[in-house]
C-alpha cells in the first residue's frame, strides 16, 4: 500500500468496534504523527464518544504537538464531558502549558479525582508565566471553595493538596 492508502486504512481502522483493532491503529497514528495524524486526531476531540476522544487524546500525547493544546482544553471544558476529563487532561502532560495556570488550577478545583492528579502532575512539572492578577483569582477561587466545598468533587482528599499547590504559587505574591 502506498503511504496516503496507510493513513486512510488506519483512521478507518480507529473507529473500528474490534478494541484491538482500534487501540492499535491508534497507537500507530501516535507513533507515526505528522500534520494530517494531528488534525485528525484533534477533529476526533469533538467526538460525542468518550472512547474514541480518550483515544484520540493519547495519540495525542504520544506525538507532543503543541497543536494539540488548545482543542484539549476546549474538550475538557464541555459540560457534557464532565464525567471523562481524566484521559483529557493526562494528555496535557505532554504539552507545554506553560500559558495555561488558571485552567490548570480549574482542572484542579473542579474536576474530578483522575483529571486532578493530571493536572497535579502539570502543575509540579511544568514551568508557568503568570500575572499578579492570574494569582489573585486562583487564591479568590480556593478561598470561595473552603467556604463551599461541595463545588470541588472530592475537596476532602485532595484539600490539603491543592491547599500547598495554591501557597506555592500565590506565595509568588510576597
Known sequence: MQPAQDLAALKTAFFSPDDKVATAASDKL????????????ISVLESENA?????????LR????NRALEPLFRAIQKPENANNRGTLVYALEE???SQKLTELFDILFYARY???MS??????EQIFEFSAEDLH?????WDDLQQHPE???DFEACKDDIQNFVEGFVSYLS
Open 30 to 41: 501516535g507513533a507515526l504523527g505528522g500534520d494530517e495524524v494531528v488534525a485528525f486526531l
Open 51 to 59: 472512547g474514541l476522544r480518550n483515544s484520540a487524546a493519547l495519540a
Open 62 to 65: 504520544d506525538i507532543g504537538d
Open 95 to 97: 504539552l507545554d502549558c
Open 114 to 116: 483522575e483529571a486532578k
Open 119 to 124: 493536572a497535579a502532575a502539570i502543575l509540579d
Open 137 to 141: 483569582e486562583i487564591q479568590r477561587k
Open 151 to 153: 463545588k470541588c468533587p
